[in-house]
């Protein structure tokens, strides 16, 4: 390991010292005069950082806007959104089978893939009944409720 190690900085220090030496004589060789040779590495220089700017700009945008979607889901999850709902997502992951079956003896056209029940991805599972169902959040939620109440009136 150790000898992996010393060959990736052995051909790191190689390429570094390549590109200087390569820096160098491009600059000695170079036909412009000293003064505008610099000028040109200058700008280059500047236009490399301005452009690494704008890419870091364009990171920081995108890392802004995932952490505001994360932060909203937490959001969501924190301010008990499915206890508010009235669906307790502990009891749905414990007896989500039945459900399922009884969904798919409803509702013919639903397959597996449309009940594919994942812990915390509960808004998610909602979402490709609704649209797979033409209801509402509410009546999916309705629904689910029903068979909650009528697993509980069988005990």
Same mark, same amino acid.
């Given at each position: 390991?150790?000898?992996?190690?010393?060959?990736?900085?052995n051909?790191?220090?190689?390429?570094?010292?390549?590109?200087? !030496?390569? !820096?160098?004589?491009?600059?000695?060789?170079?036909?412009?005069?000293?003064e505008?040779?610099?000028?040109?590495?200058s700008?280059?220089?500047?236009?490399?950082?301005?452009?690494?700017?704008? /890419?870091?700009?364009?990171?920081?945008? /995108?890392?802004?806007?995932?952490?505001?979607?994360?932060?909203?889901?937490?959001?969501?999850?924190?301010?008990?959104?499915?206890?508010?709902?009235?669906i307790?997502?502990?009891?749905?992951?414990?007896?989500?089978?039945?459900?399922?079956?009884?969904?798919?003896?409803?509702? !013919?056209?639903?397959?597996?893939?449309?009940?594919?029940?994942? /812990?915390?991805?509960?808004?998610?599972?909602?979402?490709?009944?609704?649209?797979?169902?033409?209801?509402?959040?509410?009546?999916?939620?309705?629904?689910?409720?029903?068979?909650? /109440?009528?697993?509980?009136?069988?005990?």
């Open positions: 390991m150790e000898n992996q190690n010393q060959n990736k900085n051909f790191l220090f190689t390429f570094l010292a390549g590109a200087a !030496a390569g !820096a160098v004589l491009g600059i000695l060789y170079a036909p412009d005069k000293g505008t040779t610099r000028k040109k590495i700008d280059q220089a500047k236009d490399f950082t301005d452009n690494l700017e704008e /890419s870091g700009s364009k990171v920081m945008g /995108s890392l802004d806007d995932i952490m505001g979607r994360v932060v909203n889901m937490f959001s969501e999850l924190k301010g008990g959104e499915w206890m508010s709902a009235g307790d997502a502990i009891w749905l992951k414990g007896n989500w089978n039945d459900i399922k079956g009884k969904l798919k003896k409803k509702y !013919a056209n639903l397959t597996d893939e449309d009940l594919n029940y994942v /812990s915390g991805m509960e808004n998610e599972l909602i979402g490709k009944l609704q649209k797979k169902l033409g209801k509402t959040k509410d009546d999916i939620i309705d629904l689910i409720n029903n068979f909650r /109440s009528e697993k509980q009136s069988q005990h």
